[in-house]
């Protein structure tokens, strides 16, 4: 959500700015704007809507300047309007921002009965009036910086640009992520390393209340008025890394990564020669472990919930999947000795980041699963497990929830193997079944054709689409659901499929297309009941399933796709990526915006 950019150099950085931003659209935004300092003087350009609409306004009315901030804005306060969109400013200070100010009504009042206007409806601007205040007090921007930090609550990424300093840009961070990057003979701050990657791959992290005086040599970093050193690392990122390819969309890109991005995970998780699973070295005992309790939010949730079959299946080990903006409320008693395990792709959700700390304040070990290793969930955990899906850039997970259950299952069978649950002979059948896995998925990628087909012909055409599945095929039919609605805002549900007849078999006639996803396992038979009470009611089915389970149901479906025969155990990695494509299709027919689809963001990172 919102992304933060500022550049500090020697040529005209409107340009830059806008490409940078460019970069950071797939966290998800409604209004963009950039100011720089025009012969000392903060101008602005901004624009409500899709970048394209800033573009047109800087084309009408170009800005020059050497240095400059820019933004793209998810509206949290105050609607997306040119008003509202970042950088707000007053004459002296120009502010971009992430995050939530939680105590700006405050603020806001002591700045308004000092007599200061404000001309916009965002928590942004007290921090541009409280960085004035302070300026015409006679601090210096680094007093009043250390000063303002003192007084924000909330959680927040920062980059400010000053009037008549060329010299200077400043940025904080308490929360929200916020990267520094050294360029030749220019800095950068940005929110993220794909933002800066066009321009540089050396970066420094800042970490929780840092903040940062850059100048075109250099920078200097500090906490409260010390200064401290953060490391500089390369990011391994180039612009070309974070394109599209040939692909139309960054989705279908993204897809198409899973095989080589699968594979990645795998080899560092699994020993080539022994065949035998490698985890890093962790700070507890699976033995010694009470109770696993994982959480996660949207489809990470979902690989939980995947995951919560294999832990509990191989491992014999109880598990709770929780989602993470409930659990972090409810303050369920977790029992001593017990894990926590979240799983995020970017890193930075805030609810997952709290039910987290919740979880820690309740003497869990913390575990993640996350993407992006410097990540505040990376950095609060005790221990990491990294998916290797490399920059996902559209806002529907596909890479990085099919690393995950990688992970995940991977993490299942050590968990298994150490409590005795698991023998070798299962290990190494299952870490064959998974190094199989890229080969399978290129073979269900074989199916795109057949899933454009069935996209178009009846999912795009339909208002309402369920999705069934039994045991660890009832996550998959939620993830399917849950794709296909956020891309192409077709009404979908997932549902257990014993569950239908509780209550959505009422929706069932020949409007509501119903896909089932059934390999061959051992609840198959059950759920080729379920779908038999469909076909009874003339609800227009779309089987997934295997050779074997196509030919005992194909016939009665309206479409079936056949997917490779795999241990059940590894189904949903691969059933997953037939339903992303299905949901690609449909909303590609029905024309939305695939990889920025409305209202959505990137990385939540609001509650
Ligand atoms: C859906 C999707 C979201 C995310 C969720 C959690 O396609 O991408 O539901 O899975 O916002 O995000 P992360 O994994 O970054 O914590």
Not at 23 to 42: C, Q, W
Not at 91 to 99: E, I, K, L, P
Not at 246 to 261: F, G, S
């Amino acid at each position: 959500m919102c992304g933060i950019i500022g550049i500090i150099g020697k040529a005209p950085v409107a340009p830059l700015l806008l490409e940078a931003l460019k970069r950071l659209e797939y966290r998800g935004y409604d209004s963009a704007g950039i100011a720089t300092l025009v012969n000392g003087r903060i101008e602005r350009r901004r624009a409500e809507g899709k970048l394209v609409n800033l573009d047109h306004r800087l084309a009408e009315e170009p800005l020059g300047g050497t240095i400059g901030i820019g933004h793209t804005r998810w509206a949290t306060h105050g609607k997306p309007s040119e008003r509202n969109a970042h950088p707000i400013a007053t004459s002296r200070v120009a502010v971009v921002h992430n995050g939530i100010i939680e105590n700006f009504q405050v603020l806001k009042d002591e700045l308004v009965a000092e007599g200061r206007r404000f001309d916009s409806d965002t928590d942004t601007e007290v921090v541009a009036q409280l960085l004035t205040s302070y300026l015409e007090a006679k601090m210096s921007p680094e007093e009043a910086m250390a000063k303002a930090m003192g007084r924000l609550r909330g959680a927040f990424a920062l980059a400010v640009l000053l009037s008549g300093r060329e010299d200077i840009l400043m940025g904080a961070r308490r929360g929200s992520s916020l990267a520094v990057g050294y360029g030749d003979g220019a800095m950068y701050i940005g929110t993220d390393a794909l933002a800066l990657a066009p321009f540089t791959k050396r970066v420094s992290y800042l970490r929780d209340n840092d903040w940062v005086v850059l100048r075109l040599d250099g920078c200097k970093i500090y906490q409260g008025h010390t200064e401290v050193t953060r490391e500089i690392r390369d990011s391994g990122l180039s612009g070309e890394m974070t394109g599209k390819g040939n692909h139309q969309h960054y989705m279908l890109k993204e897809i198409h990564e899973q095989p080589a991005v699968i594979g990645d995970t795998l080899q560092s998780y699994i020993d080539p020669a022994t065949r035998a699973v490698r985890l890093p070295e962790l700070p507890f005992d699976w033995n010694a472990v009470s109770r696993v309790t994982m959480t996660a939010c949207g489809t990470a949730f979902y690989a939980c919930l995947v995951a919560k079959y294999w832990f509990e299946a191989l491992a014999r080990l109880p598990v709770e999947a929780e989602v993470a903006s409930e659990f972090r409320y409810r303050e369920p008693p977790l029992p001593a000795g017990g894990v926590c395990i979240a799983v995020s792709q970017s890193g930075e959700t805030v609810d997952t980041l709290a039910a987290m700390r919740y979880a820690k304040s309740q003497n869990q070990t913390l575990l993640s699963v996350v993407n992006v290793p410097e990540s505040a969930i990376a950095r609060e955990s005790d221990a990491v497990l990294p998916t290797l899906a490399g920059p996902e850039i559209g806002v529907a997970s596909t890479k990085a929830f099919t690393t995950q259950l990688t992970v995940l299952l991977v993490a299942a069978l050590a968990a298994g193997r150490a409590r005795g649950t698991v023998t070798a002979a299962q290990e190494e059948g299952l870490t064959r079944a998974l190094i199989e896995m890229p080969e399978q998925v290129n073979d269900v990628l074989g199916r795109e054709e057949e899933c454009r087909r069935i996209a178009v012909d009846i999912l795009a055409k339909a208002r309402d689409v369920l999705y069934l599945g039994r045991g660890s095929s009832f996550p998959v039919a939620l993830e399917g659901a849950l794709k296909l609605k956020e891309i192409s805002y077709i009404h979908a549900e997932g549902y257990a499929a014993g569950e239908m007849k509780h209550g959505p078999i009422a929706l069932i006639d020949e409007h509501v297309p119903v896909v089932v996803v059934a390999p061959s396992d051992s609840v198959f038979e059950k759920t080729a009941s379920n779908f038999e009470q469909v076909k009874a009611r003339g609800g227009k089915l779309v089987l997934l399933t295997d050779a074997a389970g196509a030919a005992r149901l194909g016939s009665h479906a309206a479409a079936t796709i056949v997917l490779p025969t795999v241990d059940p155990v590894v189904a949903p990695i691969l059933y997953t990526v037939a339903v992303q494509m299905l949901a690609y299709y449909a909303a590609l027919a029905k024309g939305t915006d695939v990889d920025q689809p409305r209202n959505l963001a990137k990385s939540v990172t609001v509650e």
